[in-house]
């Protein structure tokens, strides 16, 4: 399940570069996560970088609308790297 970034964000920049995808970009008032290219770091990292980085508790959430598995999130990390 892809993440994303909800009332809360700081837009502190603190997420942005620790994305191995580049999923992260600044948006307008906070930063916005491309379901496209969000693994959850699947494929690079054992948790979700962006998270563990966030100084504004629970801004990165589950995107409900992108529901994949570990198996779907591994595919396309190796879509995006190969």
């Known amino acids: ?31 916005i996560i491309d379901p496209m290219k969000c693994t959850e770091c699947v494929g690079a990292e054992d948790e979700p970088q962006c998270i563990l980085v966030c100084p504004a508790m629970e801004c990165i959430v589950p995107n409900p609308d992108w529901a994949e598995d570990k198996d779907q999130l591994q595919e396309k990390y190796d879509q995006l790297n190969s």
């Open 1 to 31: 399940m892809a993440l994303m970034i909800v009332d809360g964000c700081t837009a502190c920049d603190a997420c942005e570069p620790t994305c191995p995808n580049e999923a992260i970009k600044e948006g307008d008032p906070f930063y």
